[in-house]
């Protein structure tokens, strides 16, 4: 399997605080759906935006594709985010005057290339949906939204930063099984922060945070579905 991106001794500090990430080092091979564990403030946003290209770390370097995104002017780094990178997070950040169907398009990236909107639509089960407005549409219909607009450009890396943080049991897993869904059918590389640990076990890799540092890495041979998993 090929590496998409190889994190090399990466530390954070921001200004006047404590180090928040520290040293870290590990690599995210394509198409692997991996899920990002850990107490709340031990860094894993701040890993997940470096990742992203949506931060600088301190020192360290990012490589996408063997190319140092550390090292990206402004220009460069808007232009890995509009063509490569999906994200999503815990709010929808859908626009509220714009139907579905045109919050959708806006993950269309200049570079032309993008998935076809009925068949995205019908994969996220938001066909009959597109001519409706955000204020209309129930938490879970909104990620899944989200999550259209966030891959319609083809992206090959999706960050999810907390995206099933503010949706219920049913919500959340079918949410995640769209997401295992997607990375099956389009070869989406996931990286997938999460607080739930019953979604990291349906992972194939599950990096444990800890104090800024990879505490725990674990390699899922045997990954639970979607059905498996109990919700405490
Ligand atoms: N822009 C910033 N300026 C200063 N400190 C920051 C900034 N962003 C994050 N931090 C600090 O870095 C630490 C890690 O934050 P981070 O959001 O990465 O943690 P997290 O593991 O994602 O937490 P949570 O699970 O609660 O989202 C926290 O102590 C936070 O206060």
Redesign the pocket.
């Given at each position: 399997m090929l590496t998409i991106l190889s994190v090399d001794k990466v530390t954070?500090q921001?200004?006047?605080?404590?180090v928040?990430?520290k040293n870290i080092t590990l690599d995210i091979k394509e198409g692997t759906f991996t899920a990002m564990i850990?107490?709340?403030?031990?860094?894993?946003?701040?890993?997940?935006?470096i990742m992203s290209g949506l931060?600088k770390p301190t020192s360290g370097s990012v490589l996408y594709k063997g190319k140092n995104l550390t090292m990206f002017d402004d220009n460069e780094i808007a232009n890995f985010l509009r063509n490569e990178v999906g994200l999503i997070f815990q709010n929808y950040y859908l626009l509220s005057h714009l139907t579905v169907e045109e919050n959708i398009n806006i993950g269309i990236s200049n570079t032309g290339r993008h998935y076809d909107l009925n068949e995205i639509s019908k994969v996220l089960g938001i066909e009959n949906l597109l001519r409706h407005f955000p204020s209309e549409l129930s938490g879970g219909q909104q990620q899944r939204v989200a999550i259209a607009r966030a891959i319609m450009k083809k992206p090959s890396i999706l960050y999810c930063?907390?995206a099933t943080g503010a949706l219920d049991e049913a919500n959340s897993k079918k949410v995640i099984s769209l997401l295992h869904r997607i990375r099956q059918q389009y070869g989406i590389t996931i990286i997938f922060?999460t607080?739930n640990h019953e979604i990291a076990k349906t992972a194939d890799r599950v990096i444990t945070?800890k104090d800024?540092m990879v505490y725990r890495d674990t390699t899922c041979t045997n990954p639970i579905s979607v059905e498996q998993m109990s919700w405490a």
């Open positions: 954070k921001f200004r006047k605080h404590e928040v990430l850990g107490a709340s403030g031990s860094g894993k946003s701040t890993l997940l935006n931060l930063d907390e922060i607080h945070i800024g």
